[in-house]
């Protein structure tokens, strides 16, 4: 379902994060699409749990469809976080 695919997208994206040195608090924007509109509720608790406070900005689209017949999509944009700036 939904909560178990977006869970697997979150420890797959805190792997990536953590091979770039960066981590959740590094996040900086973030695009949820979802299939289902109604997994909303479900897909926030989730997201709770996986990002550091403050969450980054986040944008939550409904899809007519995603590849490989998945209920969730992220995208996420993270701050460099060796950079100076």
């Known amino acids: ?3 178990a695919e977006l ?3 979150t420890r797959n ?3 990536i994060l953590t091979e770039a040195g960066a981590t959740v608090a590094d996040l900086v924007s973030c695009t949820l699409y979802l299939v289902d509109i109604n997994d909303y509720v ?4 989730v997201w709770a749990s ?3 406070d403050p969450p980054p900005a986040r944008t939550t689209v409904a899809v007519a469809a995603l590849p490989a017949g998945a209920s969730v999509e992220v995208s996420c944009i993270a701050r460099d976080p060796t ?3």
């Open 13 to 15: 994206m805190g792997a």
């Open 83 to 85: 950079s100076s700036r």
């Open 42 to 45: 479900v897909v926030n608790e």
């Open 50 to 52: 996986f990002v550091a």
């Open 7 to 9: 869970e697997q997208a």
């Open 1 to 3: 379902g939904t909560a």
